[in-house]
Nanobody
Framework: VQLQASGGGLVQAGGSLRLSCVASGRTFSRYFKGWLRQAPGKEREFVAGINWSGGSTSYADSVKGRFTISRDNAKNTVYLQMNSLKPEDTAVYYC???????????WGQGTLVTVSS
């Protein structure tokens, strides 16, 4: 089983990026999916999550109204649309899969997002 995250990069403040995470090796259509991030010198934090059907989403207060999580179960993929990016969004972003929020069985390798001021 592998989670392959992509879409990170360097962007100016106010810009947008879209992260994708494709799972291979098995399907996760009934699993919770989410994104966590870890900034330099800081602890890892929850960013956004989505339930198996896509009918329920959750966000960290710091990204509400700017980030949108979605999923395509047919493609075994979860996305994170990030708009109005701020320098404090700079971090390595990890996609995760598990039975519920906070319990993650699988992790992606991480994709670096750098937001310049």
């Amino acid at each position: 089983v592998q989670l392959q995250a992509s879409g990170g990069g360097l962007v100016q403040a106010g810009g947008s990026l879209r992260l994708s995470c494709v799972a291979s090796g098995r399907t996760f259509s009934r699993y919770f999916k989410g994104w966590l991030r870890q900034a330099p010198g800081k602890e890892r934090e929850f960013v956004a999550g989505i339930n198996w059907s896509g009918g329920s989403t959750s966000y960290a207060d710091s990204v509400k109204g700017r980030f949108t999580i979605s999923r395509d179960n047919a493609k075994n993929t979860v996305y994170l649309q990030m708009n109005s990016l701020k320098p404090e969004d700079t971090a390595v972003y990890y996609c995760v899969v598990g039975p519920t929020r906070g319990t993650y069985d699988y992790w992606g390798q991480g994709t670096l997002v750098t937001v310049s001021s």
